[in-house]
């Protein structure tokens, strides 16, 4: 064998072992990575220390390994978001081409719901650009995601009334919250504009909690009788969303069913 082709087998060893740590749920130990890489244990040992020198791995107090300070260093010097609408841009471009519509995505930032992605409806008719702009989370089904999957607790004090379909008693708003969950998605109708709807569903992170809410929006009547079609396109594309968080094949992952939050195989 070759020395680049030696090196370069290495070297896949090498990120396996990275890759492996890095999607596990909890630390592994010396044990549990020689198991999953089948490599021997002298080579797994050699592997293990080259990468906690660079950094790429590094050991817990317990002598478990976790992922290394060159993650969290990347990590701070960016965007938090920026990984994520990165992740999500061709999954919203594809809803915009199938759907033709406004497509969003949000994040929790505190006690705020604000959009952090837009892609724009193809219609003439569509809606503005709402990209970084503040609203009330219980008038927008992408802040209706969190608040229904317990991400925020509601605002305090009175709730606004954007329109007159808001919804503003908080009974009534953490019934919508149920139904939502057992839809699997979130439905406005005119409660932040007249004229404007939208549906929007949770995306998981690695944890199973939610992360970041993906949604549609435009103009009532063009959605009003299109509203299951969009709801179950927007629970399949946010599955493959949640799946490309957690670093995973689709096709070997279980998914997380979103009226449950369960794993579903």
């Known amino acids: 064998m070759t020395?680049?082709?030696?090196?370069?087998?290495?070297?896949d060893r090498a990120t396996d072992l990275v890759a492996t740590v890095v999607h596990a749920d909890e630390p592994m130990s010396f044990a549990d990575l020689q198991d999953?890489?089948?490599l021997a244990k002298s080579t797994t040992s050699r592997l293990l220390t080259a990468l906690e020198r660079s950094g790429l791995l590094e050991r817990d107090a317990s002598g478990s390994?976790?992922?290394?300070?060159?993650?969290?260093?990347?990590?701070?010097?960016?965007?938090?978001?920026?990984?994520?609408?990165?992740?999500?841009?061709p999954v919203m471009e594809q809803i915009g081409e199938d759907t033709g519509e406004t497509v969003h995505l949000s994040v929790c930032r505190g006690e705020r719901v604000v959009q952090v992605a837009q892609v724009d409806s193809t219609f003439l008719l569509g809606t503005r650009d709402w990209t970084d702009i503040e609203v009330p989370m219980h008038c927008s089904a992408l802040g209706k995601v969190f608040l229904a999957w317990d991400a925020v607790e509601p605002p305090e004090g009175e709730l606004e009334q954007a329109t007159p379909a808001t919804i503003t008693d908080r009974a009534a708003l953490r019934r919508d919250g149920v139904r939502s969950r057992e839809r699997g998605w979130a439905l406005t109708n005119e409660e932040l504009e007249i004229g404007l709807s939208g549906l929007a569903v949770p995306v998981f992170g690695i944890h199973g909690d939610v992360v970041a809410s993906l949604?549609?929006?435009?103009?009532?009547?063009?959605?009003?009788?299109r509203l299951d079609e969009l709801g179950h396109r927007l629970l399949d594309?946010?599955?493959?969303?949640?799946?490309?968080?957690?670093?995973?094949?689709?096709?070997?992952?279980?998914?997380r069913d979103p009226r449950t939050q369960e794993v579903v195989a």
């Open 3 to 11: 020395d680049a082709a030696t090196g370069t087998r290495a070297l």
């Open 36 to 38: 999953a890489s089948g």
């Open 65 to 89: 390994y976790v992922a290394g300070r060159l993650f969290w260093l990347y990590a701070a010097r960016h965007d938090p978001w920026e990984e994520l609408v990165r992740l999500a841009r």
């Open 215 to 225: 949604g549609i929006s435009g103009p009532t009547p063009r959605l009003e009788d």
């Open 237 to 255: 594309q946010s599955t493959a969303l949640s799946t490309l968080l957690r670093g995973t094949s689709p096709s070997r992952n279980p998914h």
